[in-house]
């Protein structure tokens, strides 16, 4: 047999054949798309996950999540999209956890079969977050006056510019129970018996690092990619990652270079930043 660094010479029903693993990468936080900051969504993810289901031959495909969470709804589809795709093609699911997996992140690792993080990896989160800013005596020290007209009288709720109501409130904490209700729901089923939970603690948004994360069954164990597909799948198993959309060759000119190298900053692009390094800061990371 030919050494492996030629067998490319050889049409493929000739070449050796080792265990093959797609490997995903889904990075940053989860619904915070912008014109030239793309975060995590259905739109981004979808293509990606359906390359590395359709890789022929594939023992297997990786999911490595290294998100502190964002939108429930696009964490939900893309976990619903990891599990059609897994059932369809009858492939087992591995979650690596870099940095974190937190909150939407874990959503997402909980669509594996099995998850894996580092000892200081932050896991856990399961929990609903809605945050803003009050900014009624903010303009009216400053004489100005807010002027909304509505159609329906709950449209303006929750206008940062106005006092709080608290029938408003009571209404978004009815959301944000239903939503993580969906949450808990998901990870009871995905997780079943692994989960040691005696007081509830582990819904209430907390996170861990990942050997508490083990002994309380967030995760199935601890290791990196490399090594947990090399113990599974033998010594020779290939991981091939699969590459993200690139963006339009426009939208990498003007967006790079016509703002940083022109010396100028695009509001859209530091709100990103900042809501993004929020995100992060608030795991601690």
Same mark, same amino acid.
């Given at each position: 047999?030919?050494?492996?660094?030629?067998?490319?010479?050889?049409?493929?029903?000739?070449?050796?054949?080792?265990?093959?693993?797609?490997?995903?990468?889904?990075?940053?936080?989860? /619904?915070?798309?912008?014109?030239?900051?793309?975060?995590?969504?259905?739109?981004?993810?979808?293509?990606?996950?359906?390359? +590395?289901?359709?890789?022929?031959?594939?023992?297997?495909?990786?999911?490595?999540?290294?998100?502190?969470?964002?939108?429930?709804?696009?964490?939900?589809?893309?976990?619903?999209?990891?599990?059609?795709? +897994?059932?369809?093609?009858?492939?087992?699911?591995?979650?690596?956890?870099?940095?974190?997996?937190?909150s939407g992140g874990y959503m997402i690792a909980c669509a594996a079969d099995e998850i894996f993080a580092d000892p200081a990896s932050i896991v856990g989160s399961i929990g609903v977050l809605s945050a803003s800013f009050g900014l009624d005596k903010f303009i009216e020290r400053f004489g100005i006056e807010r002027r909304v007209h509505t159609a329906g009288a709950r449209k303006a709720m929750l206008d940062p510019f106005r006092p709080e109501n608290p029938a408003d409130v009571e209404h978004l904490q009815g959301l944000q129970r239903r939503i993580h209700e969906v949450f808990v729901d998901l990870v009871k089923a995905r997780r079943g018996g692994k989960l040691k939970d005696e007081n509830g603690y582990l819904f209430s948004g907390a996170f861990w690092v990942g050997t508490e994360a083990a002994e309380l069954g967030l995760v199935d164990g601890l290791g990196d990619i490399r090594s947990i597909m090399r113990q599974r799948f033998g010594e020779?198993?290939?991981?091939?990652?699969?590459?993200?959309?690139?963006?339009?060759?426009? /939208?990498?000119?003007?967006?790079?270079?016509?703002?940083?190298?022109?010396?100028?900053?695009?509001?859209?692009? +530091?709100?990103?930043?900042?809501?993004?390094?929020?995100?992060?800061?608030?795991?601690?990371?």
């Open positions: 047999m030919l050494p492996e660094r030629v067998q490319f010479i050889l049409p493929s029903r000739f070449r050796a054949r080792h265990p093959l693993v797609p490997v995903v990468r889904l990075a940053g936080p989860i /619904g915070s798309i912008l014109p030239f900051r793309t975060g995590l969504a259905i739109s981004t993810v979808a293509p990606m996950l359906e390359r +590395a289901f359709d890789v022929e031959g594939a023992r297997a495909v990786a999911i490595v999540v290294n998100s502190p969470g964002g939108s429930a709804a696009q964490s939900h589809l893309i976990f619903k999209r990891i599990r059609d795709h +897994a059932e369809e093609k009858k492939l087992p699911v591995f979650a690596f956890v870099e940095d974190a997996a937190a020779k198993v290939q991981l091939r990652l699969v590459e993200p959309p690139r963006p339009a060759l426009l /939208g990498r000119f003007f967006g790079r270079r016509s703002f940083s190298q022109g010396g100028l900053i695009d509001p859209a692009e +530091a709100l990103g930043a900042l809501e993004e390094r929020a995100a992060w800061s608030r795991l601690g990371l």
